[in-house]
């Protein structure tokens, strides 16, 4: 069956622009999570859902980062006034959800670079 | 200090090598473990959970110690195939599902 997917693969942008990336998880998983990952590092956690809502958004840098699942499916992490700093690949992961720890199916990601 | 740590490496292991990493964790009210597997340039994928009674999967065995905490990951007869970046995962407690990974240790496997 289909994996998760992102769009676009790659993004790049100018200092100050706005950016919107997609990711369309697996049908049927609830939970939905987004993360960062700069050159040598983990993954780091930015924000999961568990269906519509945001049920930990604790991993957003700042203020200029947000994101939705309006429909329990589909969500878009969207950077407003992007920054060189923003620049690392964004990930994202989906599972079952629920009660429980079920396996994170990770996309390809999107490269983002912020010129 | 970070909330989780591993040795970034790289471990460089001959085939047929045993090779062990280590992961440390701050935040003892964390309640469940991972190992993820990461190919260069690709996603994380999972390798295997790691229960407190130890668990092994194949060539792979997982250690949890909570008194310390740590989590170990053990590779039997390493094959080329097992080169990549281990990736170890703690969920943070109770109540959230927010996975924290540390920053990975590559293993490079030689012929």
């Known amino acids: 069956g289909a994996g998760v997917s992102q769009t676009p693969s790659n993004k790049v942008t100018e200092k100050g622009k706005y950016v919107e990336l997609r990711c369309d998880p697996i049908?049927?998983?609830?939970?939905l999570y987004w993360y960062r990952q700069s050159l040598g590092q983990g993954p780091e956690f930015l924000i999961y859902f568990q269906g519509t809502g945001a049920a930990d958004d604790s991993g957003l840098p700042n203020d200029r980062f947000f994101a939705v699942r309006p429909e329990g499916s589909v969500s878009t992490l969207k950077i407003q006034r992007t920054e060189r700093g923003d620049s690392a690949v964004y990930l994202c992961?989906?599972?079952?959800?629920?009660?429980?720890?079920?396996?994170?199916?990770f996309g390809p990601g999107t490269r983002l670079t912020v010129l | 200090r970070k909330e989780v740590e591993q040795d970034p490496g790289p471990f460089n292991v001959p085939e047929g090598a045993t090779v062990a990493f280590n992961c440390t964790y701050s935040?003892?009210?964390?309640?469940?473990f991972f190992w993820y597997r990461q190919d260069c340039r690709k996603e994380p994928k999972l390798l295997m959970s790691?229960?407190?009674s130890g668990n092994e999967d194949g060539r792979f065995t997982a250690q949890l110690n909570r008194a310390s905490q740590y989590i170990s990951l053990l590779i039997r007869d390493s094959k080329l195939s097992d080169s990549a970046t281990y990736l170890c995962?703690?969920?943070?407690?109770?109540?959230?599902?927010?996975?924290?990974f540390g920053t990975g240790t590559r293993l490079k496997v030689l012929a």
């Open positions: 790691v229960y407190s």
């Open positions: 992961a989906s599972s079952l959800g629920g009660v429980g720890d079920n396996e994170q199916f």
């Open positions: 995962v703690v969920r943070r407690g109770s109540g959230t599902y927010k996975y924290i």
């Open positions: 935040n003892s009210a964390s309640q469940s």
């Open positions: 049908s049927g998983h609830t939970a």
